[in-house]
């Protein structure tokens, strides 16, 4: 993917790789210089908050972790549970 420096110097991120690190404006870069590149290191994680919500179609509770929080699959899901005590 290519991007360009502004005349401010800014750079803007591809929105594939933001998803992907879960980045998001205003998160905190690390940035280097290492073997002639420039490296963008996330500072830190994010906490994901949970809360329960009413699911808009069956209005049944749910649990979430709001956005940018990872999907997990019915398998993922079975996984985890099958470890909790």
Do not use: C, N, W, Y
């Not at 972790?65 to 996984?79: F, I, M, Q």
């Amino acid at each position: 993917m290519v991007t360009k420096v502004s005349t401010k110097g800014q750079v803007v991120l591809p929105g594939p790789i933001r998803r992907r690190l879960g980045i998001r404006a205003g998160d905190p870069l690390d940035a280097h210089i290492e073997a002639g590149r420039i490296v963008l290191t996330p500072h830190q994680k994010r906490a994901l908050t949970a809360r329960i919500v009413r699911d808009p179609l069956t209005r049944l509770p749910v649990l979430s972790a709001g956005r940018g929080a990872p999907t997990l699959s019915s398998k993922e899901v079975a996984e985890i549970l099958a470890e909790f005590p």
